[in-house]
């Protein structure tokens, strides 16, 4: 009469420990998988107009801030304006299918709708000012864009990345020219201005 019972108290024990084990197996891999692995960047997404930074910040060689330039001065590095790309291309490449598309949006008086690449959820705060006045460089955290014909996310964007650099020491470059010379031996001596707690992203 017992015997079933038990029996079933041993198959539940047992199974219980299976699931246990898969669990520590999955959280074991995934930590092993997150540690050893890089982060995939996902391909980026199609735009309303083929703008290849490959081209123009590439083989052009046309300056990121030229396009970017709120990264300097606020929080977003902002989109080039319509306007900003018909200063070259009321001149150059007129004829071809993706200017004509550009030019279409330019007459109507219409922003391009470019499908946004990079997105931080709303409770992080970031700002490109600092960094990019820090001397970080754009490739730092947005990979080889001069390369690439179509932007993706290059880094994962995950608390651990931020931390990452913040924590290391020396993560502030220090050939910057807006930096004091007491805080460029500081900096020198391998101290970091980037700050670690938690505050500094969760207002
Ligand atoms: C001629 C103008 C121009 C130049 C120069 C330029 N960009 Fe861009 N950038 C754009 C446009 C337009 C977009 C939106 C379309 C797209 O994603 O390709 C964009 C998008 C991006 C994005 C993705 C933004 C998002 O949606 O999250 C990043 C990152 C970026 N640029 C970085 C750079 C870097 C780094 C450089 C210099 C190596 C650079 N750009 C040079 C015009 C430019
Ligand atoms: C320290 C890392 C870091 C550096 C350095 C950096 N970015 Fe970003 N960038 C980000 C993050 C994170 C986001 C997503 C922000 C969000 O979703 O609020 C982003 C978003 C963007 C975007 C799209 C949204 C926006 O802010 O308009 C563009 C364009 C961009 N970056 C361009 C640049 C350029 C150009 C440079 C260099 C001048 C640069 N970034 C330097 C981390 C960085
Ligand atoms: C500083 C000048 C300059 C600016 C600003 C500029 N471009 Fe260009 N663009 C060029 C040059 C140069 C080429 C290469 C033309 C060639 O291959 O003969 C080009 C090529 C292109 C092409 C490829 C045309 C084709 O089919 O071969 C597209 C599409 C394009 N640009 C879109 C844009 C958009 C969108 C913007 C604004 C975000 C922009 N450009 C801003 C100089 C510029
Ligand atoms: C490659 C290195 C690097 C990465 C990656 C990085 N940071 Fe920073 N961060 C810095 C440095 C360096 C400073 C200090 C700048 C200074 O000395 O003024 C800083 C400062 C800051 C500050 C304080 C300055 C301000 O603007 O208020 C915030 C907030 C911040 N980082 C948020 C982030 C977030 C969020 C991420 C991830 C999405 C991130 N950082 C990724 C290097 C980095
Ligand atoms: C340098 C910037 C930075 C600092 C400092 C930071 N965080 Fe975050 N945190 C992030 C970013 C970016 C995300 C969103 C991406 C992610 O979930 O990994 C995040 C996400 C989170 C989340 C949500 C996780 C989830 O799975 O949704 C919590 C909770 C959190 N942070 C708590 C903290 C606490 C507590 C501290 C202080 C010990 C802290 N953070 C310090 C950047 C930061």
Known sequence: ?????????????????????????????TTTIGLLTEFAPPPGPEQPIAFSHRLHAGVHQIDCLFCHTAAERS???????????????????????????????????????????????DF???????HVRAGVECQTCHGPVQQMEVVYQ???????????????????PVNTITRSTASRAELAR??????LDCVTCHK
Not at 124 to 130: D, L, P
Not at 157 to 167: A, D, E, S, V, Y
């Open 1 to 29: 009469m017992t015997q079933p019972a038990a029996r079933r108290r041993r198959k539940l024990t047992l199974r219980a420990k299976l699931f246990l084990g898969a669990v520590a197996l999955a959280l074991a891999a």
């Open 75 to 121: 929080s977003s590095a902002g989109l080039p304006s319509v306007e900003r790309c018909m200063a070259c291309h009321q001149y150059i490449a007129v004829r071809r299918p993706g200017i004509r598309k550009l030019a279409d949006f330019w007459e109507k008086q219409q922003p391009i709708p470019w499908v946004r690449v990079h997105w931080l959820p």
């Open 154 to 172: 290059y880094a994962p964007l995950t608390m651990g990345w931020c931390l990452q650099c913040h924590q290391q020491p020396g993560a502030t």
């Open 124 to 130: 992080v705060y970031f700002s490109h000012k600092r």
């Open 190 to 195: 391998g101290a970091s201005r980037a700050p």
